[in-house]
Antibody, heavy 117, light 112 residues
């Protein structure tokens, strides 16, 4: 059974760096074709794809967030990470990680992040 | 970016009824490898999105055959037959053909 769970700081202040962790089980990020993606959803709004990381360490970032994103992985501990620098209130959202192969499934339960001064 | 346009924004349905949701992309979703990476997701209240349909018409593991997807190129449709209470929520289409992956704004399915 594949499961993913996100963790994060809950609340942080503008200009800080948001660090998120996705801890997963049931698959390995060292397996050919495997990937993990990060997606976020402001409350009551739609979905925005942020970044992908693949088994071979190939990475993709959504250009809309310019150079604020860094995605990485720890294959040994079955974790993927996302950092977002210089956050502001517009980054307030629920952040999801999901396994990415030829499909995006399953998704984690999500972690709410609030940016507030 | 590929813009995904979903219609309608909301739908009211009676239990046991049938509904269709449309999704249109601003560019063809046919990948260079010949596959069309158009998926449908359902987000139930308070939950994360779950995959229903991938590559236009393939039901994901465990998904009822009451859900069916069709379409090609830039026009796609999700049909739900014999609607059950557990089908209520927000439906999203999403494309994985071209970076950045993008989603429609969602269609809320409610009981009439």
């Amino acid at each position: 059974q594949v499961t993913l769970k996100e963790s994060g700081p809950g609340i942080l202040q503008p200009s800080q760096t948001l660090s998120l962790t996705c801890t997963f089980s049931g698959f390995s990020l060292s397996t050919y074709g495997m990937g993990v993606g990060w997606i976020r959803q402001p409350s009551g709004k739609g979905l925005e794809w942020l970044a992908n990381i693949w088994w071979d360490d190939d990475k993709y970032y959504n250009p809309s967030l310019k150079n604020r994103l860094t995605i990485s992985k720890d294959t040994s501990n079955n974790q993927a990470f996302l950092k977002i620098t210089n956050v502001d209130t517009a980054d307030t959202a629920t952040y999801y990680c999901a396994r990415r192969t030829t499909v995006v499934a399953p998704w984690g339960q999500g972690v709410m992040v609030t940016v507030s001064s | 970016d590929v813009v995904m346009t979903q219609t309608p924004v909301s739908l009211s349905v009676s239990l046991g009824g049938q509904v269709s949701i449309s999704c249109r992309s601003s560019q063809s979703l046919v990948h260079n490898n010949g596959n069309t990476y158009l998926s449908w997701y359902l987000q139930k209240p308070g939950q994360s999105p779950q995959l229903l349909i991938y590559k236009v018409s393939n039901r994901f593991s465990g998904i009822s055959d009451r859900f069916s997807g069709s379409g090609s190129g830039t026009d796609f449709t999700l049909k739900i037959s014999r609607v059950e209470p557990d089908d209520l929520g927000v439906y999203y289409c999403g494309q994985g053909t071209q970076y950045p992956y993008t989603f429609g704004a969602g269609t809320k399915l409610e009981l009439k």
